[in-house]
């Protein structure tokens, strides 16, 4: 090529360089259309599933007006946070569902938005409560937490979620997007050919390894005011916590998953019978994996500690683990190293009126 170079002519090499430019942003354009197209096969896919469920629900016979029993009229909402083993988990669900008799549904955003407009949390909130041929049902996205009861509604979805130690995320996100998982190998990412490795990325100060971008996980438990989405912000992380417990039924965290599933289980086995099992030894337990992942060095991770925001969500983080790890001492017993769930170890007794 440096011969090349030598041999051509200036005027040469410009309408070579230039070419080469005409055709790269020929190839980038025809990627996005394809992309595009990709999108709408997708949508139109989803829209035909769903017709197909509503038509073999009505030939089952209508339900519209017939009130559902207690154990189908639930719906559970996943808005998973990105790179926290969500794929993983979500794949028990969808191969759980149709041993378990309940549907899953794929909350797709536009971009991923995690914010949903005014108009679109309504659409949302009347879709979940009165689908009645989609309950009971398993509803997951990265979206952020929305509060129903602002809407009127009278029986709120039951929320979970994953989260992951900040850091740890934050790196399997920065190269997700420059090398993709082996779940879509042959999908183009977003920063792909960017070799740059996230040492590299903190020590050159770049945007992508940024502390702001830590600012994922509180916000994603707070909501959908503003202020959620102020970076550093006192007050979205009070209300994540809030939201963590009070409007959640349990929150997990990537690096105990297999016990938040076993968990899940117990307290739920309308949907989750079998998944503990399943995760053990199921192919696709651990079906996602970032490709090309280098851990960050110990001087990275100091600078990045560093961070008024790292010190937030890692608060946050501890927050969560101390919360289920609470739950999970209260709910299984050790043996030979193995947990074991307890059993029921409550009962009635003094019951008066007594029975003739």
């Not at 070579?16 to 430019?21: C, K, L, N, Y």
């Not at 689908?131 to 049902?137: R, S």
């Not at 938040?260 to 399943?278: D, K, Q, S, V, Y």
């Amino acid at each position: 090529m440096g011969l090349l170079r030598i041999m051509m002519p200036p005027k040469w090499q410009l309408l070579a360089v230039v070419a080469f430019a005409v055709v790269m942003f020929f190839l980038e354009n025809q990627i996005q259309k394809l992309e595009e197209s990709r999108s709408k096969l997708e949508r139109a896919i989803a829209r035909h599933e769903v017709r197909e469920i509503e038509q073999r629900h009505t030939m089952d016979g209508p339900r519209q007006d017939t009130a559902l029993d207690e154990d189908e009229d639930v719906v559970i909402i996943y808005n998973r946070v990105p790179k926290t083993a969500s794929t993983s988990f979500t794949n028990i669900a969808y191969d759980l569902c149709a041993k378990n008799k309940y549907h899953v549904l794929h909350i797709n955003t536009t971009k991923n938005n995690p914010v949903m407009s005014l108009q679109d949390q309504v659409r949302f909130v009347k879709n979940i409560t009165s689908w009645k041929e989609m309950k009971p049902g398993f509803y997951h996205g990265h979206i952020s937490y929305l509060d129903f009861t602002k809407f009127g509604v009278k029986k709120k979805p039951i929320y979970i979620n994953v989260i992951r130690d900040p850091i740890e995320r934050l790196v399997s996100y920065y190269y997700f997007l420059r090398f993709g998982d082996d779940y879509r190998p042959g999908l183009r990412r977003r920063k792909q050919g960017d070799k740059k490795t996230f040492d590299e990325c903190v020590a050159e100060g770049g945007s992508d390894c940024a502390p702001e971008k830590l600012w994922l996980q509180i916000p994603f438990f707070c909501g959908h005011s503003s202020e959620c989405w102020n970076v550093g912000s006192r007050w979205a992380m009070d209300q994540a916590k809030y939201n963590l417990i009070n409007e959640y039924f349990l929150v997990g965290v990537t690096e105990e998953l297999e016990d938040f599933i076993m968990l899940l289980e117990a307290a739920l086995p309308r949907f989750f019978r079998g998944a503990t099992e399943l995760y053990r030894t199921g192919k696709k337990s651990h079906l996602r994996k970032t490709t090309e992942k280098k851990l960050p060095s110990k001087q990275t991770v100091a600078k990045l500690q560093q961070s008024d925001v790292w010190k937030m969500e890692n608060e946050f983080y501890e927050f969560a683990l101390e919360q289920f790890q609470f739950t999970r001492a209260h709910a299984v017993r050790e043996k030979d190293g193995d947990l074991y769930i307890l059993a029921q170890n409550f009962f009635y007794e003094k019951i008066y009126p007594k029975s003739n």
